[in-house]
């Protein structure tokens, strides 16, 4: 509890892991906490072909390589689940369940999670045809279904049709939840069927997803999609995601759905305490921008412990 960090970074995931890089080469006495293992939502994307610079990697393998990274700079990480904040000092106390830690700044970066169903097998076959990521994902199977009727799964339902595959889009109401321009591009496209008032019930298979069932939401008549032989399908779900917030309430400033408020330094309305990746208000959630904003963050970091706690440090490698 004496030692005070200059910064403590809440979250192991790619804005996390990036935040910590970057504090890293300032020199900064950071520590990083994390609840399980580093790699956030990222560890559950089978495959990652939309990150500059790397044509073609798994999830998995892209966060091992972050978190090699960040060791490589002597980044300190700790498992570590955070059970309560104050931030109402100049210096900063985090409550854990491996103990207190306190420091001059704090960078909040839990992110968030896609919000499940709950029908069977939706945990056993994430990652493996079950996703809640378009653009995260090389798609190789011979049918899409979409699940949601709001903005997101109207969205991607569009952007889907690009692999030229047929789209399905599983709507439980009698219409979209969305804005109506965006509900009639989706009912007018020639590569988009709409099944209403319809819910998933269970999905099964072996390697990869090979059986989905469906049901009429009024009557409970159901309907099976088998693919064919040797081959498999998708399941994009797009019911909105949830924040990893809600031990923050009270503490910064949040939306209704408790997304982080930020300006463009991302830091909150308390000073000294700044947030990065998917659990802030943006408009763009994917790997490349929480890495951005955890470089953001850490500079921010740095910048503002330069002027309030003048460091005795050199500057960091480049």
């Not at 990480?77 to 900063?92: H, I, W, Y």
């Not at 699940?147 to 709507?171: C, D, N, Q, S, W």
């Not at 408790?258 to 830091?267: A, K, P, Q, R, S």
Request: contains cysteine; charged residues 20%; proline residues 4%.
């Amino acid at each position: 509890m004496n030692h005070i960090y200059d910064l403590l970074i809440l979250g192991g995931g790619c804005a996390g892991l990036s935040a910590a890089i970057y504090a890293a080469r300032d020199k900064l006495d950071a520590i990083l906490l994390e609840k399980s293992h580093p790699g956030g939502q990222a560890v559950n994307t089978e495959e990652v072909v939309n990150y500059p610079g790397i044509r073609h990697i798994t999830g998995p393998a892209l966060m091992r390589e972050m978190h090699l990274q960040a060791m490589d700079f002597g980044v300190e990480c700790r498992q570590a689940e955070t059970v309560s904040v104050d931030f109402s000092r100049t210096v900063k106390v985090v409550h854990t369940t491996s103990g207190t830690y306190q420091g001059r700044a704090v960078i909040l970066a839990t992110g968030a999670s896609p919000r499940k169903i709950g029908f069977p097998g939706e945990d056993t076959f994430t990652g493996k045809g079950v996703s809640y990521c378009a653009n995260c994902t090389s798609f190789h199977g011979e049918q899409i279904f979409v699940l949601g009727g709001g903005y997101a799964a109207a969205e991607e339902a569009m952007f889907l049709t690009r692999f030229g595959k047929p789209v399905t889009i599983v709507v439980r109401e009698d219409d979209f939840s969305c804005a109506r321009t965006i509900a009639e591009r989706v009912k007018r496209h020639p590569g988009i069927t709409i099944w209403y008032h319809t819910q998933i019930k269970e999905v099964s298979g072996d390697s990869q997803l090979r059986r989905a069932v469906f049901a009429d939401t009024y009557n409970g008549k159901e309907t099976v999609y088998e693919a064919a032989q040797n081959e498999t399908f998708g399941l994009f779900i797009f019911v909105g995601y949830v924040p990893e917030t809600k031990i923050f309430r009270n503490h910064v400033a949040m939306n209704e759905q408790g997304y982080l408020i930020t300006n463009t330094f991302l830091e909150t309305n308390v000073p000294g305490v700044y947030a990065a990746g998917d659990l802030r208000l943006k408009t763009l959630r994917q790997i490349v921008t929480a890495v951005s904003d955890g470089a953001i963050a850490a500079t921010s970091a740095a910048r503002a412990l330069e002027t309030v706690f003048p460091p005795s440090r050199q500057a960091g490698p480049q």
